[in-house]
């Protein structure tokens, strides 16, 4: 059964500064998702990172992965209000019968701080 | 951008009684459609798979009779909450699969809140 660790679950900082968030899995896979959920909206989705090494970056969030590790990271720079939110990251692993499942982290609850 | 819209936004229904939510791909055709629950505070937890004219996958724990899926056309899978009860109040998220320049993608809904009384 896959797993998928965040950490933290909860992150207070003040605006300016940077953090990572980490994301661990336990089994193999190519594929992995940032999204940015907001208090009772539905997920958006940030990146997608395919392949070993591979790094996106939009703004101030920049995620990258390493697939022989299994952990991908966001790195929030110079933060600022209106990144808070709750960031989650998914991993897509093959669940049979053809089919492909993703499978969430627990989130990290973003507050930043003015 | 594909777009996947769920109907209603927000149900109020009284214990015992059974809500229909309906999720659409509206510019895509979608192989699969999924559907999650997320409980205030946790993450997203995946109920069932369906496929297209083909009975749902459900994941481990959750009743087929109590949470019925039907997948009746490659736009629309609708989610029956039979006999609702206090605790199955939730936020409920649908997801559309589709094929996008070669790649497989996953769409989400904008979720239905569902509050049993």
């Known amino acids: 059964e896959l797993k998928v660790e965040q950490n933290p679950l909860f992150l207070s900082m003040q605006e300016g500064k940077n953090y990572t968030i980490y994301c661990n899995y336990s089994t193999t896979s190519d594929r992995l998702y940032w999204y940015r959920q907001d208090p009772g909206k539905s997920l958006e989705s940030l990146f997608v990172?395919?392949?070993?090494?591979a790094v996106k970056q939009e703004g101030r969030l920049m995620a990258s992965l390493d697939t022989k590790a299994r952990l991908s990271t966001l790195h929030i720079t110079a933060a600022v209000h209106d990144l808070s939110a709750t960031y989650f990251c998914a991993v897509e692993a093959y669940s049979g019968a053809g089919s492909y499942q993703l499978t969430f982290g627990k989130g990290t609850k973003l507050s930043v701080i003015p | 951008g594909a777009v996947v819209s769920q109907h209603p936004s927000r149900v109020i229904c009284k214990s015992g009684t059974s809500v229909k939510i309906e999720c659409r791909s509206l510019?895509?055709?979608?192989?699969?459609m999924f559907w999650y629950r997320q409980f205030p505070k946790q993450s997203l937890m995946l109920m069932a798979t369906s496929n297209e004219g083909s009975k749902a996958t459900y994941e481990q724990g959750v009743e087929k009779d109590k949470f019925l899926i039907n997948h009746a056309s490659l736009t629309l899978s609708t989610l029956t909450v039979t006999s609702a009860h206090p605790e199955d109040s939730s936020f409920y998220i649908c997801s559309a699969r589709a094929r996008d320049r070669g790649r497989l993608e996953q769409y989400f809904g904008p979720g239905t809140r569902l509050t049993v009384t």
């Open positions: 510019d895509f055709q979608a192989t699969t």
């Open positions: 990172l395919l392949s070993n090494g």
